[in-house]
């Protein structure tokens, strides 16, 4: 539910740090009904064009404060809320091109009552200006 | 006994305005207070954000106590969710899942609520070891009965015995009504259609389910039919849902004390089609029921793909439903034979 909420399209940047472009970020959501403490955030992929963005790649940030997909693992004092965005960064020398992209994004999501463990997927074209 | 049900909402039907922002804690508490449905529940998490990792701040458990003031409305239930497999690649021993239903006990507390859900999968163990913190703060743990458990299930039955055996009356039972589905829902079918699903096979499954053909045999034939990923997932939802018997309820009068009012679509005509509300309501008012039905909306992941979710009108047709049929008189046709 809620997937084609997950990837917020409007909100797609670059990242710049000392006026290079050092990867690009978006806003996300959790497709679910509630939020999550961010240990049960398996995995939060990323695929740009048709290709997957490595794991260690990927930011998540919070209300300013930011993690690895792999420090989240261990984060037992913060949550994801229901409906809340979250920024995305993705780092990637240059950041992204101008024009349209393909971006794919897919969250599992560790539910203790669930006897599977759901990953949900929505693929957007967003636009970058020159 | 007529007149003694109490309707309201459980705040989870309003998920969608939720999530996308639309509308605010006091919008939904106006709008449960004005179709008079005065019993509120919140899925705690859902509601406040920050919790269970954090606590709820003060301010915001006074601003919702003054939202229940200024629209005469009830605290009924906060739905704890019991994260159990929190952390990475182990399960929450025994005194930490009882820590954690303790400080949602006290949360459900500090909200005035009167019960506390707990999701079905937890253990008898863990209820049985929180009953005494939930004595103390004057709450009851309700275990949800949930599809594909129901109260036959050797899970629930082992559940009604052990609360027995404790002796503690702040242990008992939250039927979800989406336990008694008689009819597949026309939105789950409509839904697994626009996926993929050959009409011709989402007739059969519809068809077979009415004539309650054994789940297995559903998804098996409709793999020979040719059925592929959307048909075998509407195949697969007759492994999780089944049409149980509302009666089987009044075997467990005594220990149920909410009730979650399921519901998928609302008619313009005021009718769930897939839900017998008309038995249901029958069957609570013969159990001698005077807790709230609280109304759950779940139709919007089913319909968010192709049509406008409308989650305010849906519960207030549920509502005018129960209304209705709340106030029906018994029915008296041998319903002491139903019952045995």
């Not at chain 1, 913060?78 to 091109?97: C, H, I, K, P, Y």
């Not at chain 2, 054994?214 to 999780?240: D, F, K, W």
């Not at chain 2, 406008?308 to 519960?315: A, H, I, L, T």
Request: charged share 25%.
């Amino acid at each position: 539910m809620f997937d084609q909420h997950m990837i917020c399209e409007d909100t797609v940047a670059n990242v710049a740090e000392n006026g290079a472009a050092i990867g690009f970020s978006f806003g996300a959501r959790l497709p679910y009904y509630r939020g999550l403490g961010l240990s049960m955030v398996e995995d939060v992929a990323v695929t740009l064009d048709g290709e997957a963005i490595p794991r260690e790649a990927v930011r998540l940030t919070l209300r300013g404060r930011t993690w690895t997909l792999d420090e989240m693992e261990n984060e037992h004092g913060d949550r994801w809320n229901f409906g809340e965005v979250a920024t995305v960064t993705v780092l990637q020398d240059g950041g992204l091109s101008a024009g349209e992209h393909r971006l794919e994004l897919a969250e599992r999501m560790r539910i203790s009552y669930l006897p599977f463990v759901p990953t949900t997927r929505c693929v957007k074209t967003i636009s970058l200006a020159a | 006994m007529t007149g003694t049900i109490k309707r309201g909402v459980s705040l989870y039907s309003f998920q969608n305005e939720t999530f996308l922002g639309k509308m605010t804690l006091e919008d939904f508490i106006r709008t449960c207070a004005e179709m008079g449905a005065t019993g509120i529940e919140v899925i705690g998490e859902q509601t406040f954000w920050g919790w269970p990792e954090q606590p709820v701040p003060e301010n915001k458990i006074t601003d919702w106590h003054a939202l229940m003031t200024k629209y005469g409305t009830v605290p009924v239930a906060h739905d704890a969710m019991l994260d159990y497999k929190r952390y990475n690649g182990r399960v929450m021993a025994l005194d930490e899942q009882v820590a954690s239903m303790k400080r949602d006990i006290d949360f459900a507390a500090a909200l005035g609520m009167r019960f506390v859900r707990s999701l079905v999968s937890v253990s008898p163990e863990v209820l049985v070891a929180s009953a005494p913190h939930a004595e103390e703060k004057g709450i009851k743990i309700l275990l949800e009965v949930h599809a594909p458990l129901h109260f036959d299930h050797p899970w629930i039955v082992r559940h009604a015995e052990a609360y027995e055996k404790s002796g503690s009356g702040a242990l008992g039972f939250l039927p979800d009504m989406g336990m008694f589905l008689h009819r597949f829902p026309p939105v789950w079918k409509e839904r697994f259609i626009r996926n993929g699903a050959p009409r011709h096979i989402a007739d059969y499954i519809e068809k077979a389910y009415e004539d309650r053909t054994l789940s297995e045999y559903i998804v098996m034939n409709v793999r020979e039919m040719g059925g592929e990923g959307a048909a075998m997932a509407m195949a697969e939802t007759l492994r999780h849902n089944a049409a149980y018997e509302p009666k089987r309820m009044l075997d467990f009068m005594g220990r149920i004390h909410n009730v979650h009012g399921k519901f998928y679509e609302m008619t313009e005509d005021l009718v769930e089609p897939s839900i017998p509300y008309d038995e249901i309501v029958q069957v609570l008012k013969q159990g001698g029921y005077s807790g709230y039905i609280c109304s759950e909306y779940e139709g919007n992941r089913w319909i968010e793909d192709a049509h406008p979710v409308e989650s305010v009108e849906q519960v207030r047709r549920q509502q005018a439903m129960l209304a209705r049929l709340i106030d029906e008189p018994v029915a008296t046709t041998n319903s002491s034979a139903r019952a045995a």
